[in-house]
């Protein structure tokens, strides 16, 4: 009958053979993994981070631009001329006579 000894590990020119240990090697590259991982989520999140921002500078930039014509609109309408035209067309106004002027001192 063969006896094994566990302690024992035979020596070959003076090396002796051991049990490589794997649990180190492992949890290396487990730890590896999840810092991969993480790394990959962050550059998701990034990228998402990325399209929302170009999607609100868009945004922006249509309201700049929505407020600029509506800027140039309102001068155009209440410029005198026109609100004199829309008085005497649309609201039927007309200019006061003499003898309705009164003069204030």
């Not at 035979?10 to 999840?34: E, W």
């Not at 962050?42 to 921002?53: D, P």
Request: proline share 6%.
């Amino acid at each position: 009958m063969t006896e094994t000894t566990l302690g024992a590990l035979p020596k070959i020119n003076g090396f002796s053979l051991r049990r490589p240990r794997l649990l180190p090697t492992f949890g290396f590259i487990g730890l590896l993994c999840v810092l991969s991982i993480f790394f990959v989520w962050c550059r998701v999140q990034a990228t998402g981070l990325e399209y929302e921002i170009s999607s609100l500078e868009e945004a922006v930039r249509k309201a700049n631009q929505e407020t600029v014509e509506l800027r140039l609109e309102v001068a155009t309408l209440s410029t005198p001329q026109r609100l004199e035209q829309v008085a005497l067309r649309d609201l039927g106004l007309r200019f006061p006579t003499p003898a309705q002027v009164k003069t204030v001192d």
